[in-house]
């Protein structure tokens, strides 16, 4: 198994860059990051910790899920008035 | 000093790189214009909303709006021209929506209309329109998930009185004048606005199953399940729900099973020091 190869290409990965388009109820707003980024670093990047992120099909991004390529995500936090 | 924090143990690790948190858009936002200084409440979404906020009785109700160009008048203005509500459990006192009712209701909206639907709206039932510290808090947490694009908010109660404004930033909001359309529309448009708005409360809102009484000395050390009770840790807060064995009862924050005597009375070490009980009376602040 050639460690340098599987490396390298991870390198590569994150060296380059992907979209993702974050819907909320603002509307669309895009950003670029390095694909290989995890979601908790997103979140962490924009401020979005207390906020939950699904993807175009509805499933709950976690924290250790990883942006590979470029993508939609919706993002929302609780409504509480009174 | 907690016994624990003596016996906290902390152990120095290799320094990383710090994280920056991107500011930019609350730059770019900040002491930003209002883009909406006047809305004008379309007929449709004024009687959309007299039916959801009566509908539900004496409990508020929560949604959004969507905000369009209208010209009223000859004058180019912002219009509400349709309400829509959203997943919530309904109190007297307070709504609340999850988050994922929120996003459920962005993904129901068609592409292209998404950036229209930004109106945030609630009732106070028959309450002032002054909004509370609870709708502050709330409108900042939104400001952060909208990534500080700025939004109108309203509150509207049953008397038809209307506050809006626009929330520019956490330290900038300014007052949104709003006008009705006063435009009695036909029978039938009333009609199917009534069933329309019945049919949406009826599969969306959900009343929270309280009951109330009055805690004892016995209760301090027993957690109430599936109850709402005024606690005595803080004049106006109200909880709902199963209590968390693992949560403050106070601020939220996490137990420690270390401190025993907080943790037996599910208050993380901070709000014990803060506060002392009162058997069967208000709050003592330790203060």
């Known amino acids: 198994m050639n460690f340098d190869e599987i490396n390298n290409s991870l390198n590569a990965q994150s060296a380059r860059e992907i979209e993702v388009t974050v819907v909320t109820l603002g509307g669309s707003e895009k950003r670029a990051v390095n694909a290989g980024t995890t979601i908790r670093d997103f979140k962490e990047r924009y401020g979005l910790t207390d906020n939950r992120m699904v993807d175009s099909e509805g499933r709950l991004l976690t924290d250790s899920d990883i942006l590979s390529s470029d993508m939609q995500v919706f993002v929302s936090t609780p409504k509480r008035n009174g | ?287």
């Not at chain 2, 219009?79 to 109190?91: C, H, L, M, P, Y």
């Not at chain 2, 609870?134 to 998930?145: C, I, R």
């Not at chain 2, 005595?232 to 270390?258: E, H, I, P, Q």
């Open chain 2, 1 to 287: 000093m907690h016994w624990y924090k003596d016996k906290t143990i902390t152990e120095a690790s290799k320094p990383q790189p710090f994280k920056v948190t991107e500011c930019l858009s609350v730059l770019k936002a900040m002491w930003d214009k209002p883009k909406i200084t006047e809305l004008v409440i379309s007929s449709t979404a004024w009687y959309k909303l007299t039916a959801y906020i009566n509908l539900v009785g004496d409990y508020e109700i929560t949604g959004f709006g969507k905000i369009e160009e209208a010209t009223v008048d000859g004058k180019k203005t912002m219009a509400v021209t349709d309400i829509d509500i959203i997943d919530q459990e309904v109190k007297s006192a307070f709504v609340e929506a999850e988050d994922d009712a929120i996003i459920k209701f962005i993904q129901s909206l068609p592409e292209d209309q998404r950036d229209k639907w930004t109106l945030d709206w609630h009732s106070h039932v028959s309450m002032s329109t002054s909004p509370s510290g609870t709708d502050w808090d709330n409108w900042s947490d939104m400001l952060k998930a909208r990534m500080n694009k700025q939004f109108p908010a309203m509150i509207i109660n049953k008397q038809g009185e209307v506050t809006a404004y626009q929330i520019i930033s956490d330290l900038d909001q300014t007052k949104i004048k709003v006008l009705i359309e006063k435009n009695k529309l036909d029978e039938d448009t009333i009609i199917n606005i009534y069933n329309e708005c019945k049919t949406k409360v009826e599969k969306m809102c959900k009343k929270a199953d309280v009951s109330y009484r009055k805690l004892t000395e016995d209760d301090i050390y027993k957690p109430l399940e599936n109850t709402v009770s005024n606690t005595w840790f803080s004049n106006d807060s109200m909880r709902t729900g199963v209590y968390d064995d693992d949560v403050c009862s106070v601020c939220g924050a996490a137990l420690d099973k270390r401190d025993s005597r907080a943790y037996e009375q599910e208050l993380c070490p901070e709000c014990y020091d803060r506060y002392f009980l009162g058997i069967g009376g208000d709050a003592v602040d330790a203060d």
